[in-house]
């Protein structure tokens, strides 16, 4: 079985470009969550997505970033006009529907965004 | 509000002598408390999580952690280190009450270098 698939897995921008980040979760799950993860900091939420809804997204900075599960497809994490700021590591992790508040997340190998 | 703090950000072991790594909780209501750890360039894998069972739960690969309520900690263990071991260890409490969802809030991390 695969694992959460991430991808890229490492990505480099320069500032004002677009970043478009990829997850395909665990076969079997339908909940998605994206973290960020900082130079020497531990992941910070960002938003939770179940098919074509999302749940969350009280960690989402309110400008230039976006996040999608659509039907089809995999889940996608927009970043519009990067900054520096923005590089940092983005985590996507999966659970099953039976997952919930398990505390149990799958996590992908990340994808890690470097803004020039 | 949910919180965790650990209180060293490296450990520095030698194999075969065992291992602390220390995490104080705080939360409002009756909290889940995991173990994550992070090997270099890959996601995170759960070690071991407590949901208001046994106060001492065992993981994977030898790690174990006990819940004092007393003290609002939840230190990760591990009676004889491993070269394998060296990682990244995260705390994580759920930022959810049971029922919830996977919305976790993670600690700032301890970074364990394991020496021969």
């Known amino acids: 079985n695969a694992g959460v698939m991430q991808n890229p897995r490492h990505l480099v921008r320069r500032r004002g470009q677009e970043a478009r980040l990829r997850c395909s979760p665990m076969?079997?799950?339908?909940?998605v969550y994206w973290y960020r993860q900082l130079p020497e900091e531990g992941l910070k939420f960002m938003v939770y997505l179940q098919k074509e809804n999302i749940i969350d997204e009280s960690g989402m900075p309110k400008e230039r970033f976006s996040a999608e599960f659509p039907k089809e497809g995999p889940s996608i994490l927009r970043i519009q006009q990067v900054v520096r700021g923005d590089s940092a590591a983005y985590f996507c992790?999966?659970?099953?529907?039976?997952?919930?508040?398990?505390?149990?997340?799958?996590f992908g190998e990340g994808s890690r965004l470097t803004v020039l | 509000a949910q919180s965790v703090t650990q209180l060293d950000s490296h450990v520095s072991v030698s194999e075969g002598t065992p291992v602390l790594l220390r995490c104080n909780y705080s939360?409002?209501?009756?909290?889940?408390l995991f173990w994550y750890v992070q090997h270099p360039n890959k996601g995170l894998q759960l070690l071991l999580k407590y949901t208001s069972a046994a106060t001492l739960v065992k993981g994977i690969n030898g790690f174990e952690a006990e819940f004092k309520k007393s003290e609002t900690s939840f230190h990760l263990t591990k009676p004889s280190a491993h070269m394998s071991d060296a990682a990244e260890y995260f705390c994580v409490v759920s930022g959810q009450p049971s029922g919830g969802y996977n919305k976790l809030i993670f600690g700032a991390g301890t970074r364990l270098a394991v020496h021969p």
């Open positions: 992790a999966s659970s099953p529907p039976s997952g919930l508040n398990t505390g149990e997340l799958f």
């Open positions: 076969k079997g799950h339908s909940h």
């Open positions: 939360s409002s209501y009756s909290p889940s």
